[in-house]
């Protein structure tokens, strides 16, 4: 099993080494186009599936990157939804039960690593959906990343 999750990789934009052997690629999506700027977007995931309901056993991986999508307004056609997805209606819920997912998964005292662009929603509102405060991360602008650490299993 690999150690490693993205569960919305889209185009795998952050990524050093987007072919990384020890990374899970998983996205809700599979998409081939050709953006407005005459750019081709690839989204080509290892495993299509919803981050809301991840597909994997709890306590699996020892690093989960969970970058969901970040925009409540956009068009449906336009380039920045292609590139970057479009929450729904009933966003709140799907980022809590997305971030909880990426708990169930995560091993005890793993890592997750949450990527979040606040344009359109604050990272504050994000972080009371979650009810949990991350260990530390980067707050500059308006794209931040934020590290938290699964606790130890109730059950251990």
């Not at 604050?122 to 590290?147: A, D, M, Y």
Request: hydrophobic share 40%.
């Amino acid at each position: 099993m690999k150690p490693i999750i993205d569960v919305c990789c889209g185009s795998r934009m952050f990524w050093f080494d987007r072919k990384n052997p020890k990374v899970v690629f998983m996205d809700n999506r599979t998409v081939e186009q050709i953006l407005c700027d005459g750019r081709k977007l690839e989204i080509k995931p290892d495993v299509v599936g919803d981050f809301r309901h991840i597909p994997y056993q709890d306590n699996t991986f020892y690093l989960v990157v969970f970058d969901p999508p970040h925009l409540v307004r956009a068009g449906k056609k336009s380039w920045i939804a292609a590139k970057y997805g479009k929450l729904g209606p009933d966003w709140r819920a799907d980022l809590k039960a997305g971030f909880d997912e990426c708990l169930r998964v995560l091993k005890p005292y793993g890592t997750l690593v949450f990527k979040w662009n606040e344009e359109q929603v604050k990272l504050s509102e994000i972080l009371h959906i979650f009810g949990v405060r991350p260990l530390f991360g980067h707050q500059r602008g308006k794209t931040h990343f934020l590290v938290f650490m699964k606790q130890e299993s109730k059950n251990a």
